[in-house]
């Protein structure tokens, strides 16, 4: 079982729809969670982070942590064609340890 | 701005010849982490620093090494790369800490031909 679990895609949205990305982790110990936003050729960008089971909002962004089902979300309200890009689940606990992302696609 | 710089961009080196990249940060961060990151793959951590305290992950090839002269500076040194090591190189930063917030230099691109 991989560590960090993600569905790769693509996930094809259109633009101003919400963009539901969803990942898993085996760690039950794990203690903080992050989103980062990777466009082809670039490095990842940190976009949101999550310590406590809830939500966490960051203008069009929202987090979601559920640890007790070792789940966490990212929800990306009225997509543009520029938040078109792979996005990255990382999980930490000791080191960080990132699932290999679900490309994102949102269609104008 | 504070920010992680890596030099070169894009590295093209031949099969077997020592290559070297570099990372810079002016964040002050004491926590530096090289991963490796290939093409639609998750990146792949090859070792960190807690200040001077190198940690190498188990399966990182011997090939590999690093440095960190100082704070703001760590090299990935490869010593006889193969068509294998062709990826992109990430050099992150981070406090070290509870919630280990990495932030990621562009990264560098490396071609072995």
């Known amino acids: 079982q991989k560590e960090v679990e993600q569905n790769s895609g693509p996930l094809s949205v259109p633009e101003g729809a919400i963009a539901s990305l969803n990942c898993t982790y085996s760690?039950?110990?794990?203690?903080?969670f992050f989103w980062y936003r990777q466009y082809s050729g670039k490095s990842p960008e940190l976009i949101m982070s999550i310590y406590s089971n809830g939500d966490k909002e960051d203008g069009r962004f929202t987090a979601q942590l559920n640890k007790a089902s070792q789940y966490v979300s990212l929800l990306i309200r009225d997509s543009q064609p520029s938040d078109s890009a792979t996005y990255l689940c990382?999980?930490?606990?000791?080191?960080?340890?990132f699932g290999a992302g679900t490309r994102l696609t949102v269609k104008p | 701005d504070a920010m992680v710089i890596q030099n070169p961009r894009y590295q093209v080196t031949q099969f077997g010849k020592p290559v070297t990249l570099s990372c810079s940060q002016t964040l002050n961060h004491n926590v530096m982490y090289w991963y490796q990151q290939k093409s639609s793959q998750a990146p792949k951590l090859l070792f960190h620093?807690?200040?001077?305290?190198?940690?190498n992950e188990a399966d990182t090839p011997d090939n590999f090494q690093s440095r960190r002269p100082n704070t703001s500076f760590c090299f990935l040194d490869i010593r006889s790369p193969g068509l294998g090591d062709a990826a992109m190189y990430l050099c992150?930063?981070?406090?070290?800490?509870?919630?280990?917030?990495?932030?990621f230099g562009p990264g560098t691109r490396l071609t072995v031909l």
């Open positions: 990382a999980v930490s606990l000791n080191d960080m340890r």
């Open positions: 760690d039950r110990g794990s203690q903080s």
């Open positions: 992150a930063t981070s406090t070290q800490g509870d919630y280990n917030e990495q932030f």
């Open positions: 620093y807690y200040d001077k305290d190198f940690n």
